[in-house]
T-cell receptor, first 118, second 112 residues
Framework: DAGVIQSPRHEVTEMGQEVTLRCKPI?????LFWYRQTMMRGLELLIY????????DSGMPEDRFSAKMPNASFSTLKIQPSEPRDSAVYFC????????????????FGQGTRLTVV | ELKVEQNPLFLSMQEGKNYTIYCNYS?????LYWYRQDPGKSLESLFV?????AVKQEGRLMASLDTKARLSTLHITAAVHDLSATYFC????????????FGKGTHLIIQP
């Protein structure tokens, strides 16, 4: 498996524009997570899905942020309108939620999307 | 609210030395994770600790978990330059894969 795939890897946009980040989880994983990483706040969980259904979106900072998972192999995180303070690295991660043969249930992270809003 | 605290947040050490990174968390959890992140890269899973007293080792790194003390440690033995990275501990806030709460990370620099 290629792992969790995110696109784009880098995005530079002007304030007020709509930004869409994309994620393809590992095949067979039931859980998908969106995290944001900044120097000031570290890694924060924004939202997660189980079987394509949003379970907890309490980490989504504002109504400008929305996330969807139309099917098991694709999710989007959209920011509209974007603001400079949204600049961060956004990670998508997926997990099976069930222990593997080693008893592990860790989440696997994508390479991240570095977003810069100017 | 689950809180995860790591210390130190920054550590510079020489090759060959031993050191320990500490991770405290605020509520009951029986799943603790250690991740490594290189600059500009993603997070790489190092260890998953699932029960009290769990100890796992991989090369020069060893992680342990004390759920009663709500403490995990990541011990580095005879450090080498390649271990320079930022190390995060994370705790599963729910009974399943409910998303992780991360510590702020320990930025580790190992000098020759």
């Amino acid at each position: 498996d290629a792992g969790v795939i995110q696109s784009p890897r880098h995005e530079v946009t002007e304030m007020g524009q709509e930004v869409t980040l994309r994620c393809k989880p590992i095949s067979g994983h039931d859980y998908l997570f969106w995290y944001r990483q900044t120097m000031m706040r570290g890694l924060e969980l924004l939202i997660y899905f189980n079987n394509n259904v949003p379970i907890d979106d309490s980490g989504m900072p504002e109504d400008r942020f929305s996330a969807k998972m139309p099917n098991a192999s694709f999710s989007t995180l959209k920011i509209q309108p974007s603001e400079p303070r949204d600049s961060a690295v956004y990670f998508c991660a997926s997990s099976s939620g069930r222990p593997n043969r080693k008893g592990n249930t860790e989440a696997f992270f994508g390479q991240g999307t570095r977003l810069t809003v100017v | 609210e689950l809180k995860v605290e790591q210390n130190p947040l920054f550590l510079s050490m020489q090759e060959g030395k031993n050191y320990t990174i500490y991770c405290n968390y605020s509520t009951t959890s029986d799943r603790l994770y250690w991740y490594r992140q290189d600059p500009g890269k993603s997070l790489e899973s190092l260890f998953v600790l699932l029960s009290n007293g769990a100890v796992k080792q991989e090369g020069r790194l060893m992680a342990s978990l004390d759920t009663k003390a709500r403490l995990s440690t990541l011990h580095i033995t005879a450090a080498v330059h390649d271990l320079s990275a930022t190390y995060f501990c994370a705790v599963d806030g729910g009974g399943g894969a409910d998303g992780l709460t991360f510590g702020k990370g320990t930025h580790l620099i190992i000098q020759p």
